[in-house]
């Protein structure tokens, strides 16, 4: 009597790479969660809100509804045809750049005009400039990368149109937005083999910038002063910064559990949007904080793979916008988490997928979703296929 074998058929790689995928959905799962936990006491003593206390559970869930909706709807497009789009879009990031500048059409909060109104929701042109100044310098590199070395010809023309972007806002003003995006748009242009002694200098340049916007603001002066040592004055200019660590310091290692936060009644402001990571921290503890960083972490690793995979395949354009992808989402999160740890001055950035925000939440999906169509297409490529 013979004996019969069976052989398990050896697993079909998966299309895409679903461990970025997956850090992307538990970030904005826990997101979920914790804008909820964050918001409660706000929302229910609010008259804007009707003193309900699921109001920005309720948003928060819409947005996120809208944003992988668009996520999908991005997915489905060739990277060619974001190239062919990427000049298009950034003048349209432009455009909305300077409606949100016009008085009775953007909306002004605390003396910033960063939001245009659309009716029931609003939309933070800043957040969408994001993505679409990563696909014009990716284009952009893809297009001169033989003339990168020189400046003249490589560098001038894409510093004159940073310059523009950053006067507009720095009119809102947004001085965040404009760091990731100044940091991110030079990333590419190096990681696209811009002269290494004009990317020193051009460093040089953006410390100095940075250095005259704070001399010349004594609102940011405060801010700078007050990261140094909040304890000096915790109900001025420290505020924001003491109530942070205090909440860091509560939570220990395991946190003092979900929805037991005392920091988010009315003591830390925007506790469910800029300081979300300090609630989390008083919440969850050490290790909630720790899963985030190494989803991030994971993320920012894989969109580096993945463009240097697309490297290697010779597709130039869609690497640098894989590798700009995750310069953005890492460079926000580590001033994020900075900022709520102490280590880097107060400033108004989102924590990535996880903070409240709509056109935040929208703008990192459909880059996360551009990226898992870039991997896509590799893995189409390496099997023989055309894309």
């Given amino acids: 009597m013979s004996a019969t074998f069976v052989f398990a058929k050896e697993a079909a790689a998966p299309e895409y790479d679903r461990s970025l995928a997956w850090a992307a959905?538990?970030?904005?799962?826990?997101?979920?969660?914790?804008?909820?936990?964050?918001?409660?006491?706000?929302?229910?003593?609010?008259?804007?809100?009707?003193?309900?206390?699921?109001?920005?559970?309720?948003?928060?869930?819409?947005?996120?509804?809208?944003?992988?909706?668009?996520?999908?709807?991005?997915?489905?497009?060739?990277?060619?045809?974001?190239?062919?789009?990427?000049?298009?879009?950034?003048?349209?990031?432009?455009?909305?750049?300077?409606l949100v500048l016009v008085p009775g059409i953007g909306r002004e909060v605390n003396g910033a005009r960063r939001w245009i109104n659309l009716g029931a929701v609003t939309m933070q042109p800043s957040?969408?400039?994001?993505?679409?100044?990563?696909?014009?310098?990716?284009?952009?590199?893809?297009?001169?990368?033989?003339?990168?070395?020189?400046?003249?010809?490589?560098?001038?023309?894409?510093?004159?149109?940073?310059?523009l972007v950053s006067w507009l806002l720095l009119r809102e003003p947004d001085f965040g937005a404009l760091v990731v995006i100044a940091v991110t748009t030079f990333g590419v242009l190096f990681l696209g083999a811009m002269n290494g002694r004009h990317f020193a200098a051009l460093g040089a340049m953006l410390a100095l910038g940075f250095v005259l916007l704070v001399?010349?603001?004594?609102?940011?002066?405060?801010?700078?002063?007050?990261?140094?040592?909040?304890?000096?004055?915790?109900?001025?200019?420290?505020?924001q910064l003491s109530h942070a660590l205090i909440a860091f310091g509560r939570g220990e290692w395991l946190g003092v559990g979900l929805g037991a936060s005392v920091e988010k009644l009315f003591y830390l402001p925007e506790a469910?949007?800029?300081?979300?990571?300090?609630?989390?921290?008083?919440?969850?503890?050490?290790?909630?904080?720790?899963?985030?960083?190494?989803?991030?972490?994971?993320?920012?690793?894989?969109?580096?793979?993945?463009?240097?995979?697309?490297?290697?395949?010779?597709?130039?354009?869609?690497a640098l916008v894989a590798q700009g992808i995750g310069l953005w989402i890492g460079v926000q999160a580590i001033i994020n988490i900075g900022v709520n740890t102490g280590m880097l001055p107060t400033k108004g950035l989102t924590l990535p997928l996880v903070s409240f925000g709509g056109s935040a939440l929208v703008s990192i999906c459909c880059a996360i979703a551009i990226l898992l169509r870039v991997d896509w297409e590799n893995r189409q490529l390496m099997r023989g296929f055309t894309v």
């Fill in 25 to 98: 959905l538990l970030l904005m799962a826990l997101g979920l969660v914790m804008v909820y936990s964050a918001s409660i006491s706000t929302a229910e003593s609010s008259r804007h809100t009707g003193s309900n206390a699921a109001f920005y559970l309720v948003r928060h869930t819409a947005f996120l509804g809208v944003a992988l909706a668009a996520a999908m709807g991005v997915f489905l497009v060739p990277v060619r045809y974001w190239q062919k789009a990427a000049p298009w879009l950034f003048l349209g990031g432009v455009a909305l750049l300077v």
């Fill in 127 to 163: 957040e969408l400039m994001k993505l679409a100044v990563v696909l014009y310098a990716a284009d952009y590199t893809a297009r001169k990368h033989a003339v990168m070395k020189s400046f003249k010809r490589g560098l001038l023309p894409m510093l004159a149109v940073m310059l």
């Fill in 215 to 239: 001399l010349t603001s004594e609102y940011r002066m405060q801010r700078i002063l007050g990261f140094m040592d909040p304890w000096t004055d915790p109900f001025g200019r420290g505020y």
């Fill in 272 to 318: 469910h949007t800029d300081f979300l990571l300090a609630v989390i921290a008083e919440e969850l503890g050490f290790l909630g904080v720790a899963a985030i960083i190494v989803g991030f972490a994971w993320i920012v690793m894989r969109a580096f793979v993945i463009g240097r995979r697309a490297t290697s395949l010779e597709r130039y354009f869609p």
